[in-house]
């Protein structure tokens, strides 16, 4: 089982936010990006969110 990653900076947005979230597993990685999402981004919590960053998460790790 490999690290999976989100990287805010590639999903555009007002703040310009830079934050980069890693898990072991997918379930974990998109909780966490839901509530930075909500917390941070004033996203609602929907399936849509939910399915949108499902699509943006990749295998490895962030770059630099």
């Known amino acids: 089982?490999?690290?999976?990653?989100i990287?805010?900076?590639e999903v555009p947005s007002e703040t310009h936010c830079s934050l980069?979230?890693?898990a072991d597993t997918e379930s974990e990685l998109v909780d966490a990006?839901?509530?930075h999402a909500v917390a941070v981004h004033k996203h609602q919590d929907t399936p849509e969110l939910r399915a949108h960053?499902?699509?943006a998460i990749k295998d490895g790790m962030p770059p630099a």
Not at 1 to 5: Q, S, T, Y
């Open 53 to 55: 960053i499902k699509q």
């Open 1 to 5: 089982m490999g690290r999976k990653f």
């Open 33 to 35: 990006a839901v509530q």
């Open 7 to 9: 990287d805010c900076r």
């Open 20 to 22: 980069a979230l890693m």
